[in-house]
């Protein structure tokens, strides 16, 4: 064996071999890391429009946050981890990766919960929007942002336990880093994490829509009369339709993208295969951001004002940012 080829010549057998390079691994690398900037500025200027504009602090807007802050996480940790492991070897230890393996398992996993967490808020707004002032409040979506990321934290160590308990048990050769769950735990995170989400996220959505589509034929019909006599109902109701099929769009995009990872990291273990629809299921942080700028109004004129510096003007806080409908 020439140990050029090896990660530690010094260590002989027990080495793991360097990743063959090539032009389409140099080509991947560099789009994976020009995906990996993206990911992080997108959801930064998400992150920032929310806490520092005020009329952008609202409960449904603190479950985007949550969202951005996986996401940033997700483009900080979860991709780097992939494009060295795909494209290098690893030199920094198991323990090191086996603490950001489970960082950025939790970034995953609390993603899937703001994703729940949102299609319960628009099942609330549209199903129930005489009452979704009362149930849904700032202090309630806080608490359920806290539980969430604080189960995807207990729901992590759970399955993650062999890993954070003995770094090396999956390893083959020092130099690489890998991850693996026993049976007990498979399950549950295929349970918790794949199936229990799909069918509750799936279930809301197709409530949501079908009471969309019942109000937008009634709006169409009575249109006239209500812009006449009920006009700022009229708006609210236009006002959350509209963030339906906006957040609708989004967690479609989270499932054509979760999906796909979900089900294959149940049904084989070809790392080529793994690693593919794992760059899918990231790529999923990078998108949310801009569906918000195209579909928001608001999340763009917040995005111009960080961006033109503007937020750093005395009061900037305050600025009128609210989408006109």
Not at 7 to 15: A, E, F, K
Not at 137 to 165: F, P, Y
Not at 230 to 252: D, I
Not at 300 to 315: D, E, Q, S, W, Y
Request: glycine share 4%; charged share 10%.
């Amino acid at each position: 064996m020439d140990t050029e080829d090896l990660c530690y010549p010094q260590l002989g057998n027990i080495s793991c071999r360097k990743p063959m390079s090539d032009w389409s691994q140099n080509y991947l690398l560099i789009f994976l890391s020009v995906i990996c900037i993206f990911t992080v500025l997108l959801n930064l200027l998400v992150i920032i429009s929310i806490s520092h504009f005020r009329q952008l602090y609202t409960p449904t807007n603190l479950l985007l946050l949550s969202l951005a802050v996986s996401d940033i996480l997700v483009g900080l940790v979860s991709m780097p981890i992939v494009m060295i492991m795909s494209t290098s070897c690893w030199f920094v230890g198991h323990v090191a990766c086996s603490l950001l393996n489970y960082l950025a398992y939790i970034c995953e996993s609390a993603s899937v919960g703001s994703m729940v967490l949102i299609s319960a808020d628009r099942f609330v707004a549209i199903c129930d929007p005489l009452h979704y002032t009362v149930k849904v409040t700032v202090k309630r979506i806080q608490l359920c942002i806290s539980l969430c990321w604080s189960a995807a934290i207990i729901h992590c160590g759970i399955v993650l336990k062999e890993n954070l308990a003995q770094p090396k048990m999956y390893s083959t050769c020092v130099g690489e880093c890998v991850y693996g769950f026993d049976v007990i735990g498979g399950i549950l995170d295929i349970i918790v994490n794949f199936f229990i989400p799909l069918v509750i996220i799936v279930t809301l959505y197709t409530r949501v829509f079908a009471v969309a589509v019942s109000q937008a034929r009634a709006m169409r019909s009575h249109v006239k009369c209500a812009r006449r006599q009920h006009s700022a109902p009229y708006r609210a109701k236009k006002s959350e339709l509209k963030a339906a099929k906006t957040l609708g769009v989004v967690v479609l995009v989270f499932l054509i993208c979760f999906c796909p990872y979900s089900i294959v990291s149940v049904i084989t273990h070809n790392m080529n295969v793994v690693k593919y629809v794992t760059y899918l299921y990231n790529f999923n942080s990078c998108l949310n951001p801009l569906i918000y700028a195209v579909f928001y109004p608001c999340f763009r004129r917040a995005f111009k004002h960080i961006v033109t510096l503007r937020i750093l003007r005395p009061g900037s806080c305050e600025a009128n940012i609210a989408t006109v409908n």
